[in-house]
Nanobody
Framework: QLQLVESGGGLVQPGGSLRLSCAAS????????IGWFRQAPGKEREGVSC????????NYADSVKGRFTISRDNARNTVYLQMNSLKPEDTAVYYC???????????????????WGQGTQVAVSS
């Protein structure tokens, strides 16, 4: 059974950094595109960043471009989201998700991903 586990969330001051990890068990990530998504209280879940199977194609939401970096280490069966220059508006529960369909990286839309982790809380506050 596909299982994704996020970690690395926490409380950080504005301007700080966090690195989120998405570890897979029960399957290999080699054949899956991976996305990071977030949901703030009272808001819809939104795409943050997505990465292709090879890692050669990435997609970022405009709000995080230049601050967040997605990467993957297929040997470790893990995908990362490096978040720098964090802002209070980045506060949300962050989820990773996996899917094998073609085209999901270009859309980076929650509705296109079928396998989800439980989420990790990120809070940016002074």
């Amino acid at each position: 059974q596909l299982q994704l586990v996020e970690s690395g969330g926490g409380l950080v001051q504005p301007g700080g950094s966090l690195r989120l990890s998405c570890a897979a068990s029960g399957f290999t990530l080699d054949y899956y595109a991976i996305g990071w998504f977030r949901q703030a209280p009272g808001k819809e879940r939104e795409g943050v960043s997505c990465i292709s199977v090879s890692g050669g194609t990435t997609n970022y939401a405009d709000s995080v471009k230049g601050r967040f970096t997605i990467s993957r280490d297929n040997a470790r069966n893990t995908v990362y989201l490096q978040m720098n220059s964090l802002k209070p508006e980045d506060t949300a529960v962050y989820y990773c998700a996996a899917d094998r369909a073609i085209g999901v990286v270009s859309t980076c839309s929650p509705g296109d991903f079928n396998s989800w982790g439980q989420g990790t809380q990120v809070a940016v506050s002074s």
